[in-house]
């Protein structure tokens, strides 16, 4: 009899959710097999929306849910004599039911977005549901994270991608570690006779093989400096650990530093005329490699980068590649200029020597069949080269040529098609947050050295912006166009790029905001958006490689698949809903994996920007600041740990 009193004594427990196996996930089976909750497995903001929703419950009445601090245990009355530890719950929250999910079981919602205290939390759920005669409460298997830092964190695993897809070094880091690929980049047709020119370094595109691109590049360290130049306090505060031996580091900040791996490539693929080289690729697309039947069939390289040793060539030099390479060594120049003077200097010396080529060449009138990295309409890259030496050397001409080419560019029929949106193909959202500040701080000052040397400039100005309709149509309160809950529960999130660009669109205007920060209210939908790519969607799984309880394993990137290991940092299209597929994560399913470095580069300055603009309004609203622990900047084994060796061993 008094066991059977103790036993209802424990049983009543459990039911209150009261004894659970602290700092550890939990041992108590779920109450059905089918019951499923989704939190954002990558952590929230603060201020961030913190809604879990649950499904697989049957029964119609409401769980009940609460938010436990493991850390912080409490203590119960004492029991047949005893004090008994427990963790009390920090905030409870009731369940309200949104729909009904598959197997008719209720789909129920959980809002906790009024907690805003950092920390690391188990969620808890109590079903109404008797199994065996008990009441069995159900967890998540890993704690919820809300960190002021979640950006942070996501920004440094996404700019370590680039170190770990480096051409022409020594990668050692965490689980990748190859030789150097690629060190006698490469041939180049020149008249009559083919010579070697040394083009060794940069990062490969990714995507299905070893190319290493202008365009991309370009984009990719447009995007890096941009967070370099609005954000130097996060940016440059980075510490990326390099591994024992990298060479050149000094006091150049880490991050700045592997920017300087592409910017230098850059400089080795321009000519001696000033104009820039577009590709370097392999001979024949890649056929003179060995390939296994099934990697030929999805067009990937069969042997590691360091194992290649087929022909490569430099090829192609088209307008666009020379405009957005003097844009970002005009960008590098400003970057640079504190922490490395003479890098600063040669940044400039190649963006002027570009300059000068561009002017002799004329605009593009059409698309290419040569390249599938050929834009139809280069207007936006002159624009972006034109904006980026003007912000670099205040010289008069280059703002004169910047507003020429935006006016043409803002007359033009059509002008809003694909450049409506930030990508490879329309980089003028890289220069024209630039604009806008400077158009901004004209009209407060009343400044004439701006808009009164060119009669259009406010009038253009304003076109531009209106052509800009991805940007315009985001603005204000209105939520962005991304599936919201509980429909992408059914499916999954839209495709990660097309996602991050409308996130981008938004936060670009940033710069004209009151005090450069964006409404709270678009902040949240922003990162509502941005949860959903770290894995906020019934599938759980984030397509940023390495962030979240649980990312993409298998990227469709040529690095990653040959060396069978997943690229932290990289990020991956999707589950598509246009082509869905049930191999969401595998390698060769294209359509759902693919992996590029401009949409890499570009979720870095999103995750950056939410960064700042969240920190701001923390700032704003006097909110207190989360503990010590959670800083990025303090040592930490689990971040960025390089693979130990001997110095004499390490280096690029």
């Known amino acids: 009899m008094r066991f059977g009193v103790f036993s209802s004594l424990i049983t009543g427990l459990l039911a209150l959710g009261l004894v659970f196996n602290s700092g550890s996930s939990l041992a108590i089976p779920l109450a059905t097999p089918d019951a499923v909750i989704v939190v954002p497995p990558a952590g929230v903001h603060p201020f961030g929306s913190k809604t879990a929703y649950i499904w697989g419950i049957p029964g119609a009445q409401a769980p009940s849910v609460s938010l436990f601090n493991p850390k912080k245990p409490g203590f119960l009355p004492g029991m047949l004599g005893k004090t008994v530890a427990s963790n009390l719950p920090v905030t409870s929250a009731s369940a309200s039911q949104v729909g009904v999910s598959t197997g008719n079981y209720p789909l129920w919602q959980v809002d906790f977005s009024a907690f805003q205290t950092p920390g690391s939390y188990e969620l808890r759920v109590l079903p109404a549901v008797r199994a065996k005669n008990n009441v069995f409460p159900v967890a998540i298997p890993k704690p919820i994270e809300i960190s002021e830092f ?14 770990l897809t480096r051409s022409g070094s020594k990668v050692s880091m965490g689980e990748v570690d190859r030789p150097a690929s690629h060190t006698n980049d490469a041939w180049l047709e020149d008249g009559d006779a083919t010579r070697l020119k040394d083009v060794t370094g940069g990062w490969y595109n990714g995507g299905n093989d070893y190319r290493k691109i202008t365009t991309t590049t370009a984009f990719a360290l447009g995007c890096w400096l941009q967070t370099a130049l609005q954000s130097p306090d996060a940016f440059l505060s980075m510490k990326l650990s390099y591994p024992i031996g990298e060479a050149n580091v000094g006091d150049v900040p880490d991050a700045l530093h592997e920017l300087k791996w592409g910017l230098d490539w850059l400089l080795a693929m321009q000519g001696r005329d000033g104009r820039v080289f577009h590709v370097v690729v392999n ?90 990295y050929l834009v139809a309409d280069d207007t936006p890259y002159r624009i972006w080269a034109a904006w980026s030496l003007y912000k670099a050397t205040n010289e008069p001409r280059y703002k004169v040529a910047a507003l020429q080419w935006l006016d043409e560019w803002s007359r033009r029929e059509g002008s809003n098609g694909d450049l409506s949106i930030i990508s490879w193909k329309n980089p003028l959202l890289l220069a024209w947050m630039d604009g806008l500040a400077a158009e901004k701080q004209a009209k407060a000052t009343n400044n004439s050295s701006y808009s009164g040397t060119q009669a259009l400039s406010q009038e253009t100005w304003q076109r531009a912006s209106a052509n800009l309709r991805g940007i315009t149509l985001s603005l204000g309160n209105k939520p962005l166009d991304i599936p919201s809950f509980p429909d992408s529960l059914q ?81 991956v299209d999707g589950p598509n809903p246009a082509n869905p597929s049930p191999r969401y994560d595998d390698a060769w399913d294209n359509p759902d994996n693919h992996s590029e470095l401009w949409s890499n580069a570009l979720a870095g300055w999103v995750l950056a920007t939410l960064h700042t603009q969240w920190q701001g309004v923390m700032d704003t609203e006097n909110i207190q600041r989360g503990p010590k622990e959670y800083l990025p900047t303090e040592a930490d084994p689990k971040r960025w740990a390089p693979n130990p060796e001997p110095a004499a061993k390490g280096g690029a």
Request: charged share 15%.
């Open 283 to 372: 001979a024949d697309s890649l056929t003179e490699m060995p390939q296994s039947p099934s990697m030929v069939a999805y067009g990937f390289p069969a042997i590691r980068p360091d194992e290649d040793d087929s022909s490569r060539f430099i090829t192609g030099q088209y307008r666009q590649d020379t405009a957005a390479a003097v844009a970002v060594w005009a960008m590098a120049s400003r970057a640079f200029k504190k922490s490395d003077v003479a890098q600063s200097v040669r940044y400039m010396m190649g963006a002027q020597r570009g300059w000068a080529a561009l002017q002799a060449m004329p605009a593009s009138t059409g698309l290419s069949s040569e390249t599938e």
């Open 150 to 163: 979640l950006y942070w964190d996501a920004m440094v695993t996404n700019l370590k991608g680039l170190y």
């Open 491 to 571: 499916l999954s999130n839209a495709p990660t790029v097309a996602t991050l660009q409308a996130i981008a669109s938004v936060l670009s205007q940033a710069p004209v905001a009151q005090g450069g920060l964006l409404p709270k209210s678009t902040l949240v939908e922003c990162s509502k958006a941005m949860d959903r790519i770290l894995g906020y969607h019934r599938l759980r799984k984030s397509w940023l490689t390495g962030v979240g309880s649980q990312s993409a394993q298998q990227p469709g990137h040529a690095v990653s698949v040959t060396l069978r290991k997943p690229i932290q940092g990289l990020l």
